[in-house]
């Protein structure tokens, strides 16, 4: 079965600093990975998306992710933290398992950045 | 564009009573999807419309629950007697095509709060 693994229920970072959110996959096949973005109240947002090609991906509101095969992992990053990025991440893998089209989630990394 | 709305925003409803959750989906996109997200907790796949298809219902955590798709656009999913663990937020998405590797668009969620 396709999964995805968020190891921390939380990152903590100042803000000016770089941030990483970690994801680790496991599928049979080529991936196709997403980070997703939820706020306060609110649904979730499309950040980036890796189907094939360049490694690093960049997305919305600065951030990127880099796609690394040997080590199963698509981390999503940003060169400078904002308070305003602090929200609810997830990563999600395309679950090829079934013949349908829908996504399998992580369990979220919560990114609190501080003034 | 309008994205995906859902109605109502927020529901409480008494233990044993039937609700029904409403997700207008983007103009235009063939796939629908049902997810509940509980507290703490990542996204939980629900059920899958796409275009004339038979729905992918494998996440339905039990026959209480269901999910139509009228005219390949709006959907509605019912919860019948309802229970205290069925509070959640119930969030919709849609997507254009998900076999091109189109990432999901959600709407804002009903919190549905059974007590």
Redo the contacts between chains.
């Keep these: 079965a396709q999964s995805v693994a968020q190891p921390e229920d939380q990152v903590n970072v100042a803000e000016g600093n770089p941030l990483t959110v970690k994801c680790t996959y496991s599928v049979s096949g080529n991936p196709?990975l997403?980070w997703?973005v939820q706020y306060p109240?609110?649904?979730?947002?499309?950040l980036l998306?890796y189907?094939t090609g360049d490694n690093l991906v960049k997305g919305s509101y600065g951030f990127e992710a880099e796609f690394n095969k040997s080590q199963t992992s698509f981390h999503l990053k940003k060169p400078s933290a904002l308070v305003s990025d602090s929200a609810l991440y997830?990563c999600a893998v395309?679950d090829m398992d079934?013949g349908?089209?829908?996504?399998?989630?992580?369990?979220?990394t919560r990114l609190l950045v501080s003034p | 564009g309008a994205g995906?709305s859902q109605s109502p925003s927020n529901k409480v409803t008494e233990k044993g009573k039937d609700v029904e959750l409403r997700c207008d989906p983007i103009s235009g996109h063939t796939?629908l999807?049902w997810?509940r997200q509980s507290l703490g907790?990542?996204?939980e796949?629900l059920i899958?419309f796409?275009g004339n298809s038979a729905p992918?219902k494998?996440g339905l955590p039990s026959d209480r629950f269901s999910a139509e798709r009228t005219g390949g656009s709006v959907s509605t999913l019912t919860i019948q007697r309802t229970q205290q663990e069925d509070s959640a937020v119930y969030?919709c998405?849609s997507?254009p095509n998900?076999?091109g590797?189109y990432?999901?668009?959600?709407?804002?969620?009903t919190r549905l709060t059974v007590t």
């Design positions: 196709y997403f997703y109240n609110r649904g979730l947002q499309f998306k189907i997830f395309r079934t349908f089209q829908k996504l399998v989630f992580g369990t979220g | 995906v796939a999807y997810y907790q990542g996204l796949f899958y796409q992918d494998s969030l998405a997507s998900p076999a590797g990432e999901q668009y959600f709407g804002p969620g």
